[in-house]
T-cell receptor, first 115, second 110 residues
Framework: GAGVSQSPSNKVTEKGKDVELRCDPI?????LYWYRQSLGQGLEFLIY????????KSGLPSDRFSAERTGGSVSTLTIQRTQQEDSAVYLC?????????????FGEGSRLTVL | QKEVEQNSGPLSVPEGAIASLNCTYS??????FFWYRQYSGKSPELIMF????GDKEDGRFTAQLNKASQYVSLLIRDSQPSDSATYLC??????????FGPGTRLSVLP
C-alpha cells in the first residue's frame, strides 16, 4: 500500500479482555517495528521483525504481550488480559531494510483505552 | 543499555529565529541518525537522516553529526509557528533496532 496501515484506529476495551492490533506495512518493506507511546511520553520499543522472525523482542512488557508476522507482511500485536496501564497509542513502523540504513515510516497508530 | 538523550524542553524561540535541538547517544557503534517531528496526536514523520560526520542541509533544516563526541543536532532556520512540535532523535546500529530519545518539545512564538 501507499503507507503503513494500522487497525483499529481506536479501541476501547474492558480490563481483562484480549485485544488484537493489526499492522500492514509498506509493500516490500522487510523490517517491521512496534512501539508504544503513553500520553506525553516518548516511544517505547516493543518488538521488531525482519521478515517473519523477531530478532529483538526485548521490549515486550510482559508475557501478556505477543506479536507475530506472517508472509513477511502483516503483523498482529496481541495483548491478553488487558490492564489499565496498557492504555496507550501503539505505533507500527516499517522500513526497507534493517541493515543500518533505511528510515522508519510510521502508521497512524492504534489508540487503546482499557477501562 | 543503549541510550539516546535529549533535553525535554520546552524550547521556546521567536518566529524567524534559529532553533537548535541536541541529542547525545551512548552506543559508539551507531551507524545512522534520524530526526523525526511529531505533532500532538499524530505519528512521527521523518525530517532528516544523516550517516556521515559533518553537516547535511535540506531547506531550512540542517543536521549535524559528530561521531567522536557522540552528538547529533538539528538546526531549524527561520523558525515558523508551524514548526512547533516534539522532535525525536533516533539512532540505529547495523542490524539493530532504532533507539529513540524522549523528544524535545519546540514552541515557536509568533
Amino acid at each position: 500500500g501507499a503507507g503503513v496501515s494500522q487497525s483499529p484506529s481506536n479501541k476501547v476495551t474492558e480490563k481483562g479482555k484480549d485485544v488484537e492490533l493489526r499492522c500492514d506495512p509498506i509493500s516490500g518493506h522487510t523490517a517491521l517495528y512496534w512501539y508504544r507511546q503513553s500520553l506525553g511520553q516518548g516511544l517505547e520499543f516493543l518488538i521488531y521483525f525482519q521478515g517473519n522472525s523477531a530478532p529483538d523482542k526485548s521490549g515486550l512488557p510482559s508475557d501478556r504481550f505477543s506479536a507475530e508476522r506472517t508472509g513477511g507482511s502483516v503483523s498482529t500485536l496481541t495483548i491478553q488480559r488487558t490492564q489499565q496501564e496498557d492504555s496507550a497509542v501503539y505505533l507500527c513502523a516499517s522500513s526497507f531494510t534493517s541493515g543500518g540504513s533505511g528510515e522508519l515510516f510510521f502508521g497512524e497508530g492504534s489508540r487503546l483505552t482499557v477501562l | 543499555q543503549k541510550e539516546v538523550e535529549q533535553n525535554s524542553g520546552p524550547l521556546s524561540v521567536p518566529e524567524g529565529a534559529i532553533a537548535s535541538l541536541n541529542c547525545t547517544y551512548s552506543d559508539r557503534g551507531s551507524q545512522s541518525f534520524f530526526w523525526y517531528r511529531q505533532y500532538s496526536g499524530k505519528s512521527p514523520e521523518l525530517i532528516m537522516f544523516i550517516y556521515s560526520n559533518g553537516d547535511k542541509e535540506d531547506g531550512r533544516f540542517t543536521a549535524q553529526l559528530n561521531k567522536a563526541s557522540q552528538y547529533v543536532s538539528l538546526l531549524i532556520r527561520d523558525s515558523q509557528p508551524s514548526d512547533s512540535a516534539t522532535y525525536l532523535c533516533a539512532v540505529r546500529g547495523y542490524g539493530q533496532n532504532f533507539v529513540f530519545g524522549p523528544g524535545t518539545r519546540l514552541s515557536v512564538l509568533p
